[in-house]
C-alpha cells in the first residue's frame, strides 16, 4: 500500500505510512455547556465557519427526559401518523431544517444543537470520545440528546455511528468478522445473531442508528470497499443483508424499532455503489470507490438493486445514498432513482439520508448542489461541518421557491415518523443496564463461532490440517501474527482501522499458544528469521509445524483501492525452508495474488478480517471444527483478470479464477492446486 493522505483533521483517522502506524487517536471531549434554553432555532445570521465545541467544560450527567408539555405529539397512546401531524404543524421552517440537518459531533456544541433544533449527530469512523469506553460513549451521547430535548419542541436526536463489524469505534467493544467473512459462512442466522449483538452494544452506548448493513455488490475486487460486501452474487447479498437489518430491527425475525433491544439500520448504498469501474473515481484520490457504475438500467436491476426491495419489505427505514454516478450523475442527485424508484417504485416510506459530504461533489456550486439533492430526493444532510451553511442555503432556497415547504414537510415527515417508531420520544438515552454486554463473553464466543465459520480452506497438500496440538515445535511468522489492528481490518477504532494496544481480544498467535499442549513451543518471528539453532546433523533446526500469516495492512473505502494484491512470498519461502510442514493464514479484505506462493505451502487458509476473536482460527486449524466457508468472491491468478466478466467465466484454464465462487475444502479434500503455466499460455 502506498503512503496515505490525511482524509479530514475530525476523528477520521490520521494517515499511516507503509513501515510504521502513526494513528492519532484523540479523541475530542465534547463539552457540555448548559444548553441555553431557547426558542425555537432562528439561524438567520450569516453562515460562519461552525462553532468551536468548548473544552473542558464539566460532563452534564444526563438529565431524564425533559417534561412532555402535554401536547398530541407527546402522546404515545396516538398513532404515528396522528403524532407525525400534531409535531409537524408546531414546527417553523428552522426547526424543519434543523431536522434535515445531521452533524458529525466533533464540529458542533451541545449549545449549538439546541440553537440550531439539529436533528441528527454522527459520529464519523473513529468519532470516539476521549475517554474511549462504553460509559464514555454514553456521557457523551447522551450530553447531545439532552441539548436536543432542551429545545421548545423536544425533538430528540437520532445519533449514529458506523457500527459494521460490532460497535467496532468503541474500546472493549466485541468486534465481528467483516462481510467478506461473514459471506463465506453463507449463515444467515449467525448475521441476525451478530446484529442483534451490536445493537445491543450500540444501545448501552445510547446509540440508536447503525449505518449498516452496506447492500453493495462488488463487482471488482480492487476497491476497497470490497470487505463490507458479502459477496459478489446479488442473492447472497440481498439473503445476508436482509438477515443483518431484521437482527439489528427486531428480536424474533420481524422489524420493531420500538423495542429496547433494538435499533435503526441503514441499508447503504444506493444504488450501484459496488459496480464502480477501476479508473473511474471523481475524486483525485481514490481509483475506484466513488467512481461510475457505468452499465445500463436492466444490469443495475438485476444485480445491484434487488437488495432494495428486500430490506424495505423488511422494515428498512433510513437508506444512504451512494457517492457514486450512475447515467451521467452523482446519485446524490439521481431524481429519479431515488424519487421514482426508491421511494415510489418500491414504497420506501422511511427518509434516505445522503453520505459524508456528499451532496457538495455533485456541483462546484454549493446552492445548486443542496437544490438537486434535497428535490431528489434526499431527507436529512450529513453536512458533516459546515451546518450554518447548509441550514442558511436551505433557508434562501425555500425563500427563492427553489425547494418546495411541500418537499421539507415531506422530509421532515419521513424523519418525525422514524423517530416516533423508534419511541425516541419516550426513551432518547438508550440503556446504560446494558454496558455488561458490551465485550461480553456471549458476545465473544458468537464472534469466534463467526470466525470459524468463516475460514476458507484453499489448499490442503497430502492432508497437513487439521494440525497436531502436541507438535514439538511450531514457529509462526506474520505480523498479522499478534496485531488485533491487522486482522480486524478497517473501521475498528479509528475509521482506517488502527485497532489499539487497549482493544482486547485474542490473536491468532495468542489461539495457537492457547490450543496446544503445554509442552509444545511456539516461537514467534514476525519476519520469519528464526534463531538458526543447529541439530546434530548441523542443519538449523526445522520446526515440526510453521504457520505464516501474510495479508493485508488495514484500511477503509478509497484509501484501499488497489491493483497491487500480491502477498509477500518471501515469508512464505522463508518458512518453508524451517519447517517439515507450512500453512500460510491470509488476513486481508479480498482474494489475494498468490499463485506463485502456493507450492511453497502445504495448506491455504483464507482468514479474511476476522475481528478480535482470532482463536477462532485456531479452533479449526487443530480440527476441534470443520472447515466449512466457502469464498463469495472469484478468486484470481493474475490482477490482470480484473473485472472479471462474470457471465462468461470460464471453469477451467488461464482465464478462470484459480478459485470458483463457492469453492472451499474440507480436510478431506487433499489435493494440491494444479498451478498452471498461464504466462505459457498467453
Ligand atoms: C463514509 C462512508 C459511509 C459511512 C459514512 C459515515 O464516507 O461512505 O459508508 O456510513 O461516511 O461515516
Known sequence: MSFFRLKAQFQKVASLSIVGVLFALAGCEQAAPEPELTQAPVATEVIAEPTEATEGVEEAEPTPTAVPRGFPYQ??????????????????????????????????????????????????????????????????VSTYQEAAIATELQIPLLYGVDAVHGHNNVIGATIFPHNIGLGATQNADLVADIARATALESLATGIHWDYAPVLAVPQDIRWGRTYEGYGEQTELVTELSTAFLLGLQGVDGTSDLAHPATMLGTPKHFVGDGGTEWGSSTTDRYMIDQGVTNVDEETLRRIHLPPYPAVIEAGAMSIMASYSSWGGMKMHAQDYLMNDVLKDELGFEGFIVSD??????????????????????????????????????????????????????????????????????????????????????????????????????????DGALPLSKSAETIFVSGIGADDIGIQSGGWTIGWQGVGDEDTPGTTVLEGIEQAVDSDTRVVYDRFGKFAREIDEDGNPEKADIGIVVVGERPYAEGRGDSDDLDINPTLVARMAERADK??????????????????????????????????????????????????????????????????????????????????????DDVQAVEILDCDQEQ
Not at 431544517?97 to 464519523?124: C, H, N, W, Y
Not at 425563500?399 to 414537510?409: A, T
Not at 482474494?591 to 482468514?607: Q, R, Y
Open 356 to 461: 459524508w459530504k456528499a451532496i457538495d461533489q455533485i456541483d462546484n456550486d454549493y446552492y445548486t448542489s443542496v437544490v438537486a439533492s434535497i428535490n431528489a430526493g434526499v431527507d436529512l444532510n450529513m453536512v458533516p461541518t459546515n451546518y450554518k451553511r447548509f441550514i442558511n442555503t436551505m433557508q434562501t432556497a425555500v425563500r427563492e421557491e427553489d425547494i418546495s415547504e411541500e418537499r421539507i414537510d415531506d422530509a421532515v415527515r419521513r424523519l418525525l415518523r422514524v423517530k416516533f417508531e423508534l419511541g425516541l420520544f419516550e426513551n432518547p438515552y438508550g440503556d446504560p443496564e446494558l454496558i455488561e454486554t458490551v465485550g461480553s463473553d456471549e458476545h465473544r464466543e458468537l464472534a469466534r463461532q463467526a470466525v470459524r465459520e468463516s475460514l476458507v480452506l484453499l489448499q490442503n497438500r
Open 75 to 140: 402522546n404515545a397512546d396516538l398513532s404515528v401518523d396522528e403524532r407525525v401531524e400534531d409535531l409537524l404543524g408546531r414546527m417553523s421552517l428552522d426547526e424543519k431544517i434543523g431536522q434535515m440537518t445531521l452533524v458529525e459531533k466533533d464540529s458542533i456544541s451541545p449549545a449549538d444543537v439546541s440553537r440550531f433544533g439539529i436533528g441528527s449527530i454522527l459520529s464519523g469512523g473513529g468519532g470516539a470520545p476521549l475517554d474511549n469506553s462504553p460509559e464514555g460513549w454514553y456521557e457523551m
Open 582 to 667: 507450512v500453512v500460510v493464514i491470509i488476513l486481508s479484505g479480498r482474494p489475494m495474488i498468490i499463485g506463485e506462493s502456493l507450492p511453497f505451502a502445504d495448506a491455504w487458509v483464507a482468514a479474511w478480517l476476522p475481528g478480535t476473536e482470532a482463536n477462532g482460527i485456531s479452533d479449526v486449524l487443530f480440527g476441534d471444527y470443520p472447515f466449512t466457508g466457502k469464498t463469495t468472491f472469484s478468486w484470481p491468478r493474475s490482477i490482470d483478470q480484473l473485472p472479471f466478466d462474470f457471465e462468461n467465466l470460464p471453469e477451467t484454464g488461464c482465464d478462470a479464477p484459480l478459485f470458483q465462487y463457492g469453492y472451499g475444502l474440507s480436510v
